[in-house]
């Protein structure tokens, strides 16, 4: 897992290698070139995942959203496949799959042929039966993951996720060029987050007797909180829970005492003075905090207990480098508590059954 963890730079490459050019504001998909006409047509699109490539999905649908202006919705495939909801010809479908392989992916790709929509994946391995079964794709490239839980992969998946989204965006979005610098730049950002491995390690052995955990984020930063959530889970096998900032006066905030530290994502953006107030809130209530905050940010230490500072990003690319300190955290704490980190128990790679 460590190694993957530490791919993230190179996969961060390989997933832009000739898609993203920069210099010349380009965005180029092959994968996409003969379903263009399609796509052009499409006012309506459903990301259908499971477990973490869900959580990429859903940073999908904000980008999507925000970049090229079109309705997403999110679904896990275990409920897609057996919910009865209208279905329109305008609607595209999007599966996210590390494996290809996952059964209840798959049995969304099987009741969306019906409808007879365009099919669209987001897969990692080559010539899966994922990747096989839609009409086009974008693969993530980022070569075989062998540890249970998904690392490098999340990253690629979100960073491909960007790339379609900039690329339905390309002619309206006012972001489109300031998107394809970051996502150049974003291997070394990625290669100073783990530059950090120390630092988080520590903060790792600090906190690792505690028996529950909550991540929060807003905006982009909420599905990165589900997700470092469930890296926790699964790795360290501690009870996480992963929940958007703003709701936690709705419920969790009554969980919140000093034997129940949160994980806020605070990076600089417009939702960081409300974050702040969600921190407050906590600890007010005795309850320990670690901020995964943007370097430079002066204020943040007043509001945690630790923080742990990342690169300066655009909001859109923060969950890349947030997930990177989240997966090393859980890594950690998972190899301190003397744990097979990378292959969990009960967890099985690829989960070809329902
Ligand atoms: C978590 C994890 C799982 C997978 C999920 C989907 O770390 O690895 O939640 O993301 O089982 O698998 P794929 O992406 O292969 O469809």
Same mark, same amino acid.
């Given at each position: ?15 832009? &290698? /000739?898609? *993203? =050019? @920069?210099?010349?504001? +380009? %965005? ?5 070139? $003969? !379903? ?83 099919? &669209? /994946?987001? *897969? =990692? @391995?080559?010539?899966? +039966? %994922? ?5 086009? $794709? !974008? ?216």
């Amino acid at each position: 897992m460590l190694k993957e963890i530490y791919e993230a730079p190179q996969t961060i490459r390989l997933a832009s &290698l /000739g898609r *993203v =050019n @920069a210099a010349t504001r +380009t %965005i180029k998909l092959g994968g996409l070139e $003969g !379903v263009e006409e399609q796509l052009r047509h499409i006012d309506r699109i459903v990301i259908v995942a499971c477990g973490t490539a869900s959580y990429a999905g859903m940073i999908g649908e904000c980008l999507i959203e925000e970049l090229a202006g079109i309705p997403v919705e999110v679904q896990i495939g275990s409920e897609f496949k057996y919910r009865n909801e209208p279905f329109s010809r305008g609607t595209a479908l999007i599966v996210v799959s590390q494996s290809g392989e996952t059964a209840d992916t798959i049995a969304a790709l099987k009741k969306a042929e019906k409808y007879g929509v365009l099919q &669209l /994946g987001v *897969v =990692n @391995a080559v010539g899966s +039966t %994922i990747a096989r079964m839609t009409d086009a $794709g !974008v693969y993530c490239h980022a070569g075989p993951e062998q540890a249970v839980a998904s690392t490098k992969a999340f990253i690629a998946q979100v960073v491909v996720l960007l790339e379609i989204a900039l690329f339905l965006g390309r002619d309206r979005s006012p972001l489109f060029n300031t998107l394809l610098q970051e996502i150049e730049a974003l291997p070394d950002k990625a290669q100073a987050v783990l530059a950090q491995a120390e630092t988080i390690k520590k903060i790792a052995i600090k906190y690792k007797g505690y028996k529950d955990f909550l991540y929060i984020g807003r905006r982009y930063a909420y599905p990165t909180a589900l997700e470092g959530a469930l890296k926790l889970k699964e790795c360290a096998l501690i009870h996480a829970e992963g929940f958007a900032a703003g709701e936690m006066k709705h419920g969790p905030l009554a969980l919140i005492d000093e034997d129940f530290p949160t994980f806020a994502l605070a990076g600089d953006g417009p939702m960081l003075e409300k974050t702040y107030s969600n921190m407050q809130e906590i600890r007010t209530r005795q309850g320990k905090i670690i901020a995964v905050a943007t370097k430079g940010n002066k204020l943040v230490h007043q509001h945690a207990d630790d923080v742990i500072y990342i690169p300066k990003t655009l909001e859109q690319t923060e969950p890349i480098l947030q997930a990177i300190v989240m997966q090393l955290f859980a890594y950690y704490v998972a190899v301190e508590k003397g744990l097979n980190v990378d292959r969990p128990r009960n967890l099985a790679k690829s989960v070809t059954v329902e």
